[in-house]
């Protein structure tokens, strides 16, 4: 018996042996070679400028991500916003109950908040354009009106970031402001004909549920406005148009690996710090959210989440964050000894790339995917390792600016590697809708200043694009042999 | 007593075996190499860089004398080389290499007659009908949409009318 024991036991020692490698090989969550390529480079650059990068999803010699690329008939087609609202209207199924939205304190169903939608619109039929002004984080309750405009009356937004942006002057003819009641004191009655405070109307309208939306999608997308959305910023306003929204919501979605792909079981959480970029990043987050049909959108303000227990009640999360908030969050939250063994362990085997969630703080988070927007300080790839072992989810770190909807840079969601110089930040690969180029001091460094053209941007008069389309960012960094962006810490 | 030196052999091993995953530090990946382009531009070197090329230095790129294969049209440069067996030596096209080829391509002509050599003025097209500006817009889309633009072709004031 023993004998045949020692056989057995030596025969699988063996077979570790051998497979050692194979088994080390396929337990990684993605192969290192792929991370190595993760962009596609133009045949040809321009002196003293980096070859154009795309992402390998786009490669050179095709579009871009153009649109959400619905079928009209036997034609593709970009879609428009009011797409958005047929998708997130349409049925999920007899067994799945339908969306929720909740607003802060507010919850509602997607048929109420189309009730309440198609009334906002009707009480502001007479306006031409609707100024918003207030933070999205503080009074959640204005995006019902940036939804109205979207979706059902086809009108422009004006959305005023402070409030000296109120007193700035525009190109677009704003006569109507709706604003919180918190932020009454901060308006001048005199600059617009009409203030008119979000809470008192929606409490006149009933609760009711209706799923009437008049919208033909193989018919009525050729009439919609075009220049759907303006920011308003520094003084400065930036127009949108309904291919920017369209280009950036269908970038995120399809870049998404059918692994980790967004289901009508996943719940999406919305937390913000205030940026110049934070209003965008919810409207755009939530269009993302809306086309998935997911089970639940939730805007919440980042003071109400303390730590990550918090989370825990919400099965199956999407998490869109930025990395002042996640930092907070993570290093928050107190461990024990064998926790944080655990955990040390846990981000030993992320860093290498074999994905693990046993470092867990709290068994019944089932977080799925992080997605950081980079604020300063960004998050590093060793940070970025930590928060991945803590709430043991894939944490896609996007960057942002005020000119574009959506990111213009994205991590791979699976990169596991941890950039070993301290003062290199990955910031990643052109997002799919847009491509980028660094526009170099001398010819002797790679480091430079970013250059973004794509389908993403938006116009304002602040950005001057060349006779190529492409306009210049704040960033400055360099592309490595991976393929990926760096920027470099000061 | 043997027994227990065995197993306190064997368990020394295991934990000599055991330490990496118990005890080490998270792993780094050094991307100083990476990104730094004077150790290692191999990768960087593969991307032409755009530039102006006289007659002269164009009629260099025929796929003979140097590998790489070029030809002008309507003032851009184009490198065909993943067109070879069209346009190296002993192609079909092998006149167009390194040549302007604006005006073959306008009249559907491969002949060396209607290419001006790297010692004569650049053509200037003026002459073309309708029908031939017609033709030379197809081909130039076709060039555009087909190979990477890598320069324009510029004259060579020692040359030029």
């Not at chain 1, 086809?154 to 919180?180: A, Q, R, W």
């Not at chain 2, 368990?11 to 150790?39: G, Y």
């Not at chain 2, 004398?65 to 309507?74: G, H, N, Q, W």
């Amino acid at each position: 018996m023993s004998a045949l024991s020692t056989v057995i036991l030596a025969l699988i020692l063996a077979a570790l042996v051998f497979l050692y490698n194979h088994l080390a090989r396929e337990l990684k969550e993605i192969d290192p070679l792929l991370l190595n390529n993760q962009t596609s480079i133009s045949e040809t650059r321009k002196s003293c400028e980096s070859a154009i990068y795309r992402s390998v999803d786009v490669p050179h010699g095709v579009s871009v991500t153009r649109g959400l690329n619905l079928r009209s008939g036997y034609k593709i087609r970009d879609g428009c916003l009011k797409d958005v609202w047929y998708c997130g209207m349409k049925n999920r199924g007899d067994k799945l109950k339908s969306t929720e939205i909740v607003l802060g304190d507010m919850s509602f169903k997607i048929e109420e908040v189309n009730y309440i939608l198609h009334q906002i619109a009707l009480k502001f039929s007479n306006f031409e354009n609707i100024g918003i002004y207030g933070d999205l984080m503080e009074s959640p309750e204005l995006l019902l009106v940036v939804w109205s405009c979207f979706f059902i009356s086809d009108k422009t937004v004006v959305y005023f970031h402070s409030k000296d942006d109120l007193k700035s002057k525009i190109e677009t003819p704003v006569s109507v402001l709706v604003t919180s009641s918190k932020y009454k004191s901060d308006i001048d009655s005199t600059s617009f004909n009409e203030t008119i405070e979000i809470e008192p109307l929606l409490s006149t309208f009933d609760k009711e549920a209706t799923k009437e939306f008049k919208y033909d999608p193989n018919k009525d997308f050729h009439h919609v406005n075009n220049h759907s959305f303006s920011y308003v910023v520094d003084g400065n306003e930036t127009k949108f148009f309904q291919i920017n929204f369209v280009s950036s919501i269908a970038s995120k979605l399809l870049s998404i690996p059918s692994t980790k792909s967004w289901t009508k079981d996943d719940n999406m959480l919305i937390s913000y710090t205030k940026t110049t970029f934070s209003n965008n990043n919810i409207i755009f987050e939530t269009l993302c959210g809306l086309v998935s049909n997911l089970n639940r959108i939730e805007l919440v303000n980042p003071d109400n989440i303390l730590n990550l227990h918090e989370l825990s009640p919400l099965k199956s999360l999407i998490f869109c964050t930025d990395s002042k908030i996640l930092k907070k969050l993570c290093t928050n939250s107190k461990k024990s000894f064998w926790q944080s063994f655990k955990l040390q362990r846990s981000e030993y085997f992320n860093s290498l790339g074999y994905f693990n969630t046993f470092g867990k703080i709290d068994r019944s988070l089932t977080l799925k995917i992080i997605y950081v927007a980079q604020l300063n300080p960004p998050l590093s790839s060793l940070m970025s390792n930590f928060c991945k072992s803590l709430t043991g989810s894939s944490i896609v770190r996007e960057v942002y600016t005020n000119f574009t909807i959506g990111p213009i840079l994205k991590t791979n969601i699976f990169d596991f590697r941890i950039v070993q110089n301290r003062s290199l930040t990955l910031l990643g690969v052109p997002a799919n809708s847009v491509e980028l180029k660094t526009v170099n001091v001398d010819e002797n460094t790679n480091q430079g200043v970013i250059y973004v053209r794509g389908m993403s941007l938006g116009k304002s008069g602040s950005l001057h694009a060349d006779d190529e389309f492409w306009v210049k960012t704040d960033i400055i960094g360099g592309f490595a042999r991976d393929g990926c962006l760096y920027g470099y810490n000061k | 007593m043997e027994n227990y030196i065995i197993t306190a052999v064997v368990l020394i091993v295991i934990l000599f075996a055991l330490k990496n995953i118990l005890f080490t530090n998270v792993n780094n990946v050094d991307l100083e190499l990476e990104i730094d382009p004077e150790t290692d531009s191999s990768k960087t070197d593969d991307v032409t860089v755009i530039r102006d090329f006289t007659p002269r230095e164009l009629s260099n790129y025929n796929g003979f004398d140097l590998e790489k294969i070029y030809i002008a049209v309507r003032g851009n440069v184009y490198d065909v080389s993943k067109g070879r067996q069209f346009y190296g030596p002993s192609g079909p096209y092998s006149n167009f290499a390194g040549h302007d080829a604006s005006r073959g391509l306008a009249m559907n002509s491969f002949e060396i007659e209607n290419l001006r050599s790297w010692d004569q003025p650049i053509d200037e097209l003026d002459d073309l009908t309708e029908i031939e500006l017609k033709s030379l817009d197809g081909w130039e889309g076709m060039f555009k949409g087909k190979y990477p633009c890598v320069g324009k072709l510029v004259a060579d004031p020692q040359f030029s009318k």
